[in-house]
């Protein structure tokens, strides 16, 4: 998106919007694209945008609906158990490795 604008901005020269504002500053000829050029790049910049947009709009209608605030407290605290489980049967494994390590070492 940055690119767009600062394609936008630099690649055309400065155009009179008004006569009481007069132009103070013109770009060097090699520093702008011609009005065609610009013209037709700014169009295929409109239509990537356009794409984006879609793209976007899409993955956004594609989400899940949102759960309600009740069935995801329960969905945690169902997590939340789960977690406590497996992590009292992750230290009874170390428990028993560092036994196991503790009486190969004593045997040798």
Do not use: H, W
């Not at 630099?10 to 006569?19: A, E, G, I």
């Not at 702008?32 to 169009?43: G, I, M, Q, R």
């Amino acid at each position: 998106m940055s690119n767009t604008i600062a394609y936008l901005t630099s690649r055309t020269n400065f155009l009179q919007v008004t006569p009481d504002i007069p132009i103070t500053k013109q770009r060097n000829p090699e520093k702008y694209d011609v009005p065609e050029v610009f013209e037709a790049n700014k169009k295929e910049l409109v239509a990537d945008l356009m794409t984006k947009a879609k793209q976007v709009e899409y993955l956004i209608k594609s989400l899940p609906e949102p759960e309600p605030e009740e069935a995801q407290a329960k969905r945690l605290a169902a997590l939340e158990d789960e977690m406590q489980v497996a992590n009292a049967e992750y230290i009874r494994a170390v428990n028993r490795t560092s036994m196991s390590v503790d009486a190969c070492q004593g045997s040798f």
